[in-house]
């Protein structure tokens, strides 16, 4: 199925339909996600209303693994198979995925200074998010650090596999060690720990989330490949401008458009 | 096999000539370890409490410093493509070349960090864990740093991008190095720590060259 999606053609013609719905989808999703879990949910009777920061920052540190695992998929995928869009959703997949871990960084801050008296400790959890904030800009910067747009993005799926050594180490950082940050109380075997009046309010944030990154997954893309198409009408479509017959691009046609 | 040896000596006797390389990170090792009583103080037991840290630190820079010059070298005077081009497998010349360079670099850091744990007034009966960590471990980041350094050939600011992709991949060793140093003069034992540290150089030997020729086949296209 997927396989079909990969022609870019059709794949702009699907997002297009695509794009309004999941657009519209992610806002009203996570309107009724915030404002149940910001007024309807009930407040812990420990933390008091600041547990309400969790209904953010658990959907975020979710996205921030699980679109660093897309990333490191599509890059596989643009490896093997050598498929352009599969580098496309790679590259455009990053930098939301960059967001959502420095959201669930700033969120799992706020929420640490009443909780635990401080911002920041370097508690294992902590820090492999960090490592996977910083593994996203290495990629981001990696992908954009060549003259040559095929040899960054080819750099950076290599990058993006070398890279998911970290992604067990962060799921599994607070069972290993003893770390401040509580282990897991929804995915975990025995069913969650986490009350109901709090787990539906959560779910609904999450599909908010997922959602929102499908739109500006999409978004992305589509803006990715229009600028290809953008680039390759400047560069062949107009022969007389460059006066390069041959039809080699050069980097001296370039600003004659510009 | 004699391919393997032969680019192994042909980098040791560049280095050998130049010089200059080998002296260059050990500057950078030393100088940057003695920085660290001007900033944090010259109070003994301060400089006691974070002299592994400080070694480990010291010796992670300077072997991302040394990196650059991995690939980058033969890159520019075509030596690369003539590897690549060799009947020895390309996944065998990254480990020749890893070699090279951890004799190059991993080992003289190895060698002079005692001399530098005295400056920072490490325990001594915490001396040989030391040496013992560095020696297991740089191993681990000289074949992880050939990746980076295969990654960011022809990139336009190669340094800073190196450095920036190869930290989060140094984490693993920095901390169980150090945690080995912690843990030689508690109760704990060092024994877990350095096993660790075994393990990740273990892990990095034969998965390492793989993603790093991969890296240089895609930057020779």
Known sequence: MLSSLANPARFMRISGVARPWLGGGSLVVLALGLAWSLLLAPPDYQQGESVRIMFIHVPAAWMALSVYLFVAIASAVALVWRHPLAEIAAQAAAPIGAAFTLIC??????????MWGTWWVWDARLTSVLVLFFLYLGYIALVNAFDDASRGGRAGSLLALVGIVNLPI??????WWNTLHQPASVLRLGGPTIAVSMLIPLLVMALGFALLFGWLLLLRMRTALNERKARALRLYGMPAAGGEESGQPGPAARPAWR | MNAFFGLIHHDLRLAARQGGDIGLVLGFFVLAVILFPFGVGPEPELLRRIAAGIIWVAALLAAVLSLDRLFAGDHADGGLDLIALSAMPLELAVLAKGAAHWLTTGLPLVVVSPVLALFVDLDPRALPVLVLGLLLGTPAMSLIGAIAAALSLGARRPGVLMTLIILPLYLPPLIFGTAAVEASLSAEGARAH?????A?????????PFAAAAALRQALD
Do not use: C, E, M, N
């Open chain 2, 194 to 198: 350095l096993l660790l540290l075994a």
């Open chain 1, 170 to 175: 962060i799921k599994f950082s607070v069972d």
């Open chain 1, 105 to 114: 960084l700033a969120t799992g801050s706020l929420w640490g200074r009443p």
């Open chain 2, 200 to 208: 990740l150089s273990l892990a990095a030997l034969p998965l390492a």
